[in-house]
Structures are given as structure tokens and as C-alpha cells.
């Protein structure tokens, strides 16, 4: 059963910074795409950074120079370092895995719980 376990969350004082991680296990022969999403409250969930599985990445504006996603294909993990927060990245931050269970088949898409980011003094 595959799952994907973040962490990194917190609290955090504007222009701090924070790093999450989420690792990928269970019954794993490959993963595509790697991504992070958040919610805020009343607000849809937005993508806020992806990765394909050869690296090449993807932000949305408002973190664009201040967010940066990576991965390490090894440890089935993807990592977002968030630098310079704001108060208006309050979210809570799910990840995202396009995850191959099966030699000869597709992908499917598989989501952390959600970690919460709170950026306030």
C-alpha cells in the first residue's frame, strides 16, 4: 500500500524559512511526477511546485525565486526549501506522487495528509 508521509510544518515568523519533505513507500516500481500543493482557508487547492522525474520543475508565480523543489529519486522523496515566507503562504501543504505500482502498467496519483505552514509574527 503505498503511502506518502510529509513533514516539516510549523510555525514560522515572516522571512523565515522552512523545508518539507515528504517520502513515498510501499509497493513503489517508479515514480513520475513529483509535486506540492496548498489549501488555505475558503481558498481552492493550488499547485505551488512540481518536478518530473528527470528533474526539470515548474512554480507557481507568487514563489517563483523563493521556493525551490527537488528530489531524490533514490529515497522516493520530494523536498520543498521555502525561503522569505509571507503570510499569504499559510496553507496547509500537501504532496503529490505520480506512482507506478505494477512493471507493466501507468501511474496513479497518490496524496500526503497535509502539513500545516503558518507564517506570522
Known amino acids: 500500500q503505498v503511502q506518502l508521509v510529509e513533514s516539516g510544518g510549523g510555525l514560522v515568523q515572516p522571512g523565515g524559512s522552512l523545508r518539507l519533505s515528504c517520502a513515498a513507500s510501499g509497493g513503489i516500481f517508479g515514480i513520475n511526477a513529483m509535486a506540492w500543493y496548498r489549501q488555505a482557508p475558503g481558498k481552492t487547492r493550488e499547485l505551488v511546485a512540481i518536478i518530473s522525474s528527470g528533474g526539470s520543475t515548474n512554480y507557481l508565480d507568487s514563489v517563483k525565486g523563493r521556493f525551490t523543489i527537488s528530489r531524490d529519486n533514490a529515497k522516493n522523496t520530494v523536498y520543498l526549501q521555502m525561503n522569505s515566507l509571507r503570510p499569504e503562504d499559510t496553507a496547509v501543504y500537501y504532496c503529490?506522487?505520480?506512482?507506478?505500482?505494477?512493471?507493466?502498467?501507468?501511474?496513479?496519483?497518490?496524496w500526503g495528509q497535509g502539513t500545516q505552514v503558518t507564517v506570522s509574527s
Open positions: 503529490y506522487a505520480e506512482i507506478r505500482t505494477h512493471p507493466f502498467y501507468g501511474t496513479d496519483p497518490y
